[in-house]
């Protein structure tokens, strides 16, 4: 510092610490038609500091303390300018931060302001939607930070620590834990940045890594924790590996329950600070349970699958692999190199600290084979569905409530395989029925036509799904009257509601488009390929009927036909459904032919 070195440290000490009270005290108090009045405070004292030292530096040795603190007043102002929406000036504060540390950034003076600048940055360039950019940034911040750790080792100083008197110097242990801290904060970025360039493996990782050290170091909030660690089971069922979706699920329910069980201070909380924690806390228990229900959900759907292949797999020994032969594997490996993990590397992803056994024994991590080991998975996720109704109800939460409800649907219809016996296989439709009818009939058609339409269309699949079932136990026993009336009005049910779903899409005039939207494209023309079907299935002994349902068959199929050839670029959307209803519609009319032969005959 110049000459006058003791009373200017003072004197900017000083400044600083009631910038830093305004900024982080007393704007908490800013009325709503002011709400930035004590940032605006601080910058105005921020800027005198800054004057003043842009005025003492004298270009020797000691002047580096005086860039290093300039630095630290142009970050605050970068951060001030941010935090009152003026990006701009936000951003050209902290570039001429880094750049006064640009050959500095390895001194423990300096290097966690470093840290915290590219941090910075990087959030600037995410808020104007250029990721590329802010992930140049966090990366930067990385690589700065291992070659600290790597070459210096040292416990860096704090970010205000060029601002506190000798006195008030922090440990070594509280830099450190600082310093390890803003590193955290880094790879969480780096988490949202991938996640938003769709790096979903990266981005998982980036995740687990910083979920793993806040855990290390005791520094988390146990609801946000919880509710990003059962987010993130979510990527790992998308990858089969039920062991580690099953661990993260485990350990956020573990954690969360810090939070639930921890005793109200209504001494430091009004009341209405009060409701919204417990809010809060029911909510994200809700979303933690409707986590552990996709979960069961994806690992029946998995083992339904694999039964049909013939290839029952371990899904937690073979993650991911099970729906890839040899050479695609092989080719991945090639192309992400080391994204390939091994055992140990997994065991190393565990969050060693936490007791998860009995919370882990809820549910199963292998492939199901038979019905009671899927009701195994069955029953806990129908637990966890009945805990997230309590707060998803329907009145005031309608979409999440029917996501609920269409999510028991699919637990049925999962476990129903498994079933062996028909008339119960049956009975879990009817369920299934029963639930989706009662959400649909008392829905406004007009203000939920969406959610109106997956209900309508899963309906039609149910009823569709007991037809089937209900014809192969006619086959299997004598024919009677009772049965055949219950298949056709299964049929009818199935048929009427997939013409509900295709008249949704009409225009105010009561027209069909010309071109579907694309959401709706492909269900439409399934829909119409499953009517066609639907009409071949009617028992009735009479002739002409018969004929009427063949020629409903036929026009129906040749509408999927006819669209797909005015819309050619439509065809690959359902390249299977069309090379049938082209077969169908050349071989019903001659079916038609034999049957008025048989007729006349």
Known sequence: MAASGDSLVQNIVEKYAEARKLSEQDSK???????????????????????????SADGTETSKEVKFRLAVVQYQLGVNFLETEETSSGH??????NDILKEYRMDERCIQLALNI??????????????????????????????????????????????????????DHE???????????TLYYLAQVYEKQGEKTLAARYCHTTLKRQLETNQYDPVDWALNCATLSQYYITQDDYQQARHCLAS???????????????????????????ENIKSRKADIARCWVKYCISLLQYSKEQELRGRPDNASSAPGAGDRNAEECSADQDHHGDDAESEEDKLAQRFESLELTSLEGQVGTEVVKTFDEARSLFLPAQRWINSAKEYYVLDGHVSDHIEIVRDHSQLFKLIAFFELDFERRCKMHKRRIDMLTDMLDGLNRQHFLLICRQLMYELAE???????????ILEQATPTVKAATKINSLCSNSLKLYKEFI??????????????????????????????????KF???HTQQRLDNLQQSLNHYKAVVDYCSKHPDCVERVKEEVDLCKEMVELIPLRILNIRGEVQL
């Open 29 to 55: 108090n800013d009325p709503e038609t002011d709400p930035y009045r004590s940032k605006y405070k601080a910058r105005e004292v921020l800027h005198d500091i800054r004057k003043e030292l842009e005025s």
């Open 462 to 472: 149910t009823y569709s799904e007991m037809m089937d079932l209900k014809i192969a």
């Open 118 to 171: 590219l941090n910075q940055l990087a959030i600037l360039w995410c808020t104007r939607r250029d990721h590329e950019k802010a992930k140049e940034f966090l990366l930067e911040a990385e690589s700065l930070f291992k070659s600290f750790k790597k070459d210096v080792g040292s416990s860096p100083r704090i970010l205000h620590e060029l601002f506190l008197d000798e006195s008030n110097a922090p440990s």
């Open 252 to 278: 956020a329910t573990r954690i969360f329950s810090e939070a639930e069980n921890k005793p109200i201070q209504e001494s430091e909380m009004d009341r209405d600070d009060i409701e919204a924690w417990e």
């Open 539 to 541: 028992i009735t002994p």
């Open 92 to 97: 050209e504060h902290l570039v001429k931060a």
């Open 503 to 536: 008249d949704s899409t009409r225009n105010i005039e009561g027209n069909l488009p010309e071109k579907f939207e694309d959401d709706v494209l492909r269900p439409v023309l399934v829909a119409y390929f499953c009517m066609g079907r639907l009409y071949s």
């Open 175 to 185: 830099r450190e834990r600082e310093f390890e801290k803003c590193y955290t904060l």
